[in-house]
């Protein structure tokens, strides 16, 4: 069973409080054996001003005896970091600037250190396993936000781009399950050759939103993904959101 | 009204002039150009000249863009390192030969161009809505052509860049949902009853106008389409013309005589995109 996570924005307290949770799930004829974060593992909200960023990634590269190593997409904060370091695919990051001032801009910068930087270079867009697609945003980049209003059609090209049939993703922020469950038309082609008819047909896929595990302060939410079952469950666990004695 | 919808014209003249004719003997109201305009061809500043005299409303193509803002050296451009090669040389020579004029207008081109009418909102780009260097195969899922067609907004969205036509409807389409979303933040799924929900999708079409210009559908003619916006009827055009003289100018002016080649056989050669999906990074 594999423990998926998102949007954990420098709540270290957030974090802990998952992964004292994620055992519990494991059960006799089951353990939860992966644990894969999709990105945002850093942050720049109004209370924690990205002051844990450097623990929180130091935290997860080096995990305690008896846990799980996390397997980490690139997110939009991760994507906004490096392009301060020249590092992402547009240089600056205009819409922090425009949100948070550009204090936030050199305190975002000044709150990774070099090695944070070069960990967040190695992070991939997306991961691949079995039939399923696990993204921040999508396979088309960390900006994609698929929520329960995006359009059927534009889960069908998301899931196909990748010929996946599951799409966990958490940049949205919330928690759900996008089932499409038919789809059917048809497809007429003429070419030059000549005309050719077919059905057009679908079934049974569906897409994930994982939820949020550091926005909401005092709440962490993640999911668990059985593949062997195909079964899809979501857990809250509450944390202590006080401030550090 | 019938429309007369051109792609990938590439310096050829002779193809340019002979789809010009053909479209008027057709009785073409309006005439729509996809882009791509240079590269490849001997004659990129005549065709960009009268593409400018007849003022034909045209989009920017992948090449075009590439001549205005340099060089996209990304791979994905390029389905294999020999057509890169080839395209650099051809991108080297057109850069070399192009006047100043013409490279204006070419950056000035729009991404995307869009007309309503009785047969619905006809949108024009090269590639994609989404990039003038995404392949619409003819034979990718019908899903994802789908969403490309919703996703610019059209009832028939016209395309170039593969070189080769066809036209595509999708019809009758219905897909059914089942959301189950956590009401509230302090909630997760399943704490709300699942939404149970059907949309119907009325006609959308598709439809790639190939290429006057460097035809790759196997022999040597032009291609272009007519497309009549009150009936909706789709007429894919092919049209023989002196390639002969088009590869002789070809070699008299110093390209490469593989473009000559392959302009006479009617090939891809080694330019066919490998993936459907794939969309260049850029």
């Not at chain 2, 390192?81 to 000035?108: P, S």
């Not at chain 2, 598709?206 to 007519?226: C, D, F, K, M």
Request: hydrophobic share 40%.
């Amino acid at each position: 069973m594999w423990a998926i996570a998102s949007g954990i924005e420098g709540n270290l307290r957030a974090y802990e409080a998952v992964l004292a949770d994620v055992p519990r799930r494991s059960r006799v004829v089951v353990t939860v054996d992966r644990l894969f974060v999709l990105g945002d593992v850093i942050g720049w909200g109004a209370r924690s001003q990205g002051a844990m960023n450097d623990r929180l990634i130091e935290r997860l590269v080096t995990p305690r005896p008896g846990e799980l190593l996390p397997e980490v997409c690139l997110g939009l904060w991760e994507e906004r970091c490096l392009s301060l370091y020249a590092l992402g695919p547009e240089a600056g990051a205009a819409d922090l600037v425009e949100r948070w001032g550009a204090a936030a801009v050199e305190g975002l910068w000044r709150s990774v250190s070099r090695s944070a930087v070069e960990w967040m270079r190695s992070l991939d867009l997306a991961v691949v396993e079995l039939d399923c697609l696990l993204a921040h945003g999508s396979a088309v980049g960390v900006e994609d936000c698929l929520t329960p209003q995006t359009p059927p059609w534009l889960w069908l090209d998301r899931l196909g781009r990748v010929q996946a049939r599951r799409l966990f993703c958490g940049r949205s922020g919330l928690a759900f399950r996008y089932d499409l469950v038919e789809g059917r038309g048809d497809d007429r082609l003429r070419t030059l050759e000549g005309t050719r008819s077919r059905p057009m047909m679908l079934q049974g896929l569906w897409g994930v939103g994982v939820g949020t595990v550091g926005r909401i302060p005092g709440l962490a939410t993640y999911c668990c993904y059985d593949p062997g079952r195909d079964r899809v469950t979501w857990h809250q666990v509450a944390y202590d959101d006080g401030p550090e004695s | 009204m019938k429309r007369a919808i051109l792609s990938c014209i590439h310096g050829n003249l002779e193809a340019f002039d002979a789809v010009l004719l053909d479209l008027e003997r057709q009785g073409a109201e309006a005439i729509h150009c996809l882009g791509d305009l240079v590269g490849y061809g001997p004659y990129p500043n005549e065709v960009v000249e009268r593409v400018r005299s007849l003022a034909i409303p045209t989009v920017q193509g992948c090449w075009d863009e590439d001549i205005v803002e340099g060089l996209n050296a990304c791979e994905c451009s390029y389905p294999s390192l020999l057509a890169e090669r080839r395209g650099r040389l051809a991108h080297r020579w057109t850069d070399g030969v192009l006047t100043a004029d013409n490279r204006a207008f070419l950056a000035q081109l729009p991404e995307s161009l869009a007309v309503e009418t009785a047969a619905g909102r006809l949108v024009f780009v090269h590639g994609s809505p989404s990039s003038a260097h995404e392949y619409l195969l003819a034979e990718m899922d019908a899903f994802m052509a789908l969403e490309r067609v919703l996703g610019a907004g059209a009832d028939v969205l016209f395309c170039g860049h593969t070189h080769i036509p066809y036209a595509r409807s999708l019809d009758g389409i219905q897909l059914r949902t089942v959301i189950a979303e956590a009401p509230d933040p302090q909630s997760i799924p399943g704490d709300a009853p699942p939404v149970d929900h059907t949309v119907t999708v009325p006609v959308r079409h598709l439809i790639n106008a190939g290429s006057v210009g460097e035809p790759r559908h196997g022999r040597p003619h032009a291609t272009y389409v007519l497309f009549d916006d009150e009936s909706g009827a789709v007429e894919l055009r092919e049209v023989p013309y002196a390639v002969d003289k088009t590869c002789a100018a070809i070699l008299e002016r110093g390209l490469p005589m593989i473009f000559a080649w392959r302009l006479a056989k009617g090939l891809d050669y080694a330019e066919r995109a490998e993936d459907a999906s794939h969309v260049c990074a850029r």
